[in-house]
């Protein structure tokens, strides 16, 4: 990668602003009013129970004894809401598994051997040939890539397997709590890891907040909001709180102070974790607003989480997988909560992919950088760019439909076997850990993944046939495909297959029928089996935030919600 990337790039501004429609921008900045949010949470915030019993008096001592100011932990008394379920709960779900059966694994999986693994590196060539470009455009907004990536970094972390020999993906441990409960923002809560949370110096006691970072100012950025271009400003507190050294700045890294350290791996995925943060404390300001009299920090947890899972389900799922996959894993998936479970690879390394083949070579990010390269994407969360540059704040408004307009709207590129370019030139990786495509089918073969067919042959859908698994392919793709007596055709790779069932049967706006329910079914499963989850409040959840649908909630409202839309 040149060294100019690595330099702050000159702000480019666009010839003319975009032409905003300003009865839907009023609207936009009503809906997501103080006010409007105020309104909402009295509504939806849990009254305190008047036979309950009165909080124990060590319980204001012992938050109090969370501050870092004071760092007297032992003796402390907690409600177990302050932590995750997977600590107090029975531990079963810390491993990775197989969705199918050993029969059907064994009958279909590729043979582990040389010739196999030449055979999936030219695979991976062709998928990232920079010749075919980065592919074409989806009607899928942009910020539904990176928020899968969010998603991803909730549930999954694999620190163990290896591409080199075969693999058993139970003796692998998931290091990640899979019942999308936001570990990744909240960790172990504000008595473990307190150094993630701002606790109040005055007020209530228990409104506790997530900590902030401030950006290195250089110029204008950031969203811009229903002023457009001549509202953007130098942003101050864009980013995640790090690692910082006033006293002996040489010891400043910079480094992200996250729940999830992936999360801070390029700019787009730190940005909206940033998002999640102002998310809980704009909760936690209404709560606070609207006197409620219960614990606050736990009644925000539970509104941002049960809100976020409901988008992760209606919005995010429905779009890619299609919302008849969704409604029907919603009433045929069945798990108990507590229910023992282990994350099928055929999920994790296989179906869930589908979102590398979405990634763009090029995103309008703010109206000052208005055309950066993936490059920019990941080498502008790096030293010597960090704290986040004020004039590198992501304006949102382009990677999801927020209501307010922007020049240029980022769509995710199509769901195929077409990978950007950019990926395999990102710094920090080199050699086969460069190479996404070719990793990624690698790893599939070393876990020993059912091909596409075989999980076809589980679910009892049609598979595609040769011809369709070809389709639209380059010719010296197809004629891989051939060789070898048509292996990959017979025993094509799971998520290979998956993206040509996207771009076949789908034209890459939209899973196929595989890989839907294998995405669909278990998201829905994580959920069911976490007893805190929103599928498991009593009487059911309709979510009461202020959204553009009342009833409804979506990744755009959340960022609207979280104010990072707006200057």
Not at 509 to 523: I, S
Request: net charge neutral; proline share 8%.
């Amino acid at each position: 990668m040149p060294d100019d990337i690595l330099t702050p790039a000159r702000p480019k501004r666009p010839v003319a602003d975009a032409v905003q429609d300003t009865k839907i921008a009023k609207q936009q900045l009503k809906t997501f009013s103080l006010a409007a949010r105020d309104t909402a949470l009295k509504l939806i915030a849990r009254k305190p129970d008047p036979d309950a019993a009165p909080p124990i008096p060590e319980r204001k001592i012992s938050i109090d004894a969370l501050r870092p100011q004071t760092k007297r932990f032992h003796g402390a008394k907690l409600t177990l809401a302050y932590f995750p379920g997977s600590l107090w709960r029975p531990p079963c779900a810390d491993k990775f598994g197989y969705l199918t059966s050993k029969t059907i694994r064994d009958a279909t999986k590729l043979p582990f051997d040389l010739a196999t693994q030449t055979l999936l590196g030219k695979l991976g060539d062709f998928m990232a040939d920079p010749a075919r470009g980065a592919g074409a455009d989806s009607t899928i907004p942009a910020g539904y890539t990176y928020f899968g990536q969010f998603v991803d970094h909730d549930i999954t972390l694999d620190i163990a397997s290896t591409l080199d020999t075969p693999v058993d993906a139970t003796t692998i441990h998931n290091m990640r709590t899979p019942s999308l409960d936001l570990d990744s923002v909240y960790a172990r809560g504000p008595a473990l890891d307190s150094f993630l949370y701002a606790f109040p110096t005055s007020g209530p006691p228990t409104a506790v907040k997530m900590q902030l970072g401030s950006n290195l100012i250089d110029s204008d950025g950031g969203p811009g909001g229903a002023g457009g271009i001549g509202a953007i400003k130098k942003q101050r507190n864009f980013d995640v709180p790090r690692v910082v050294n006033p006293l002996d700045p040489s010891l400043t890294t910079n480094t992200a102070i996250l729940g999830d350290p992936r999360n801070d791996e390029n700019l787009i995925v730190s940005q909206f974790h940033h998002t999640m943060l102002k998310f809980h404390n704009q909760v936690v300001d209404g709560l606070v607003a609207t006197g409620f009299s219960g614990d606050i920090f736990v009644e925000a947890k539970k509104i941002v989480t049960h809100h976020y899972q409901w988008a992760v389900v209606h919005d995010f799922l429905a779009r890619i997988c299609g919302a008849a996959a969704v409604s029907t894993a919603l009433s045929t998936v069945s798990a108990a909560p507590n229910s023992a479970f282990a994350m099928p690879v055929e999920f994790a390394v296989g179906a869930y992919r589908f979102g590398h083949s979405m990634i763009r070579d090029q995103y309008w990010v703010n109206f000052v950088q208005i055309n950066a390269s993936l490059g920019d994407v990941f080498s502008f969360i790096r030293s010597p760019n960090l704290p986040v540059r004020s004039s590198w704040a992501v304006d949102f408004n382009a990677f999801f439909t927020t209501g307010f307009s922007v020049p240029v709207n980022n769509k995710a590129k199509k769901i195929d076997s077409v990978m950007a370019p950019g990926l395999d030139t990102l710094p920090g990786f080199s050699g086969l850990m460069a190479m996404l495509a070719t990793r990624n089918l690698r790893r599939g073969l070393a876990l020993g993944l059912p091909s596409g067919q075989g999980v076809a042959q589980h679910y009892g859908i049609a598979p595609m046939t040769a011809a369709q698994i070809k389709t639209g392919l380059p010719a010296g793709e197809a004629a891989l495909l051939d060789s070898n007596g048509g292996i990959l055709l017979s025993k094509t790779p799971l998520w290979y297959y998956v993206l040509r069932e996207a771009a076949v049967l789908n034209g890459g706006n939209q899973l196929g029928p595989v890989g839907a329910r294998v995405v669909a079914e278990t998201f829905v499963r994580m959920l069911k089996r976490n007893p805190d989850s929103f599928l498991n409040v009593s009487g059911g959840f309709t979510p009461g935030l202020p959204a553009a649908t009342p009833g409804d909630f979506t990744v755009a409202d959340l960022v609207n919600f979280a104010g990072v839309t707006v200057p």
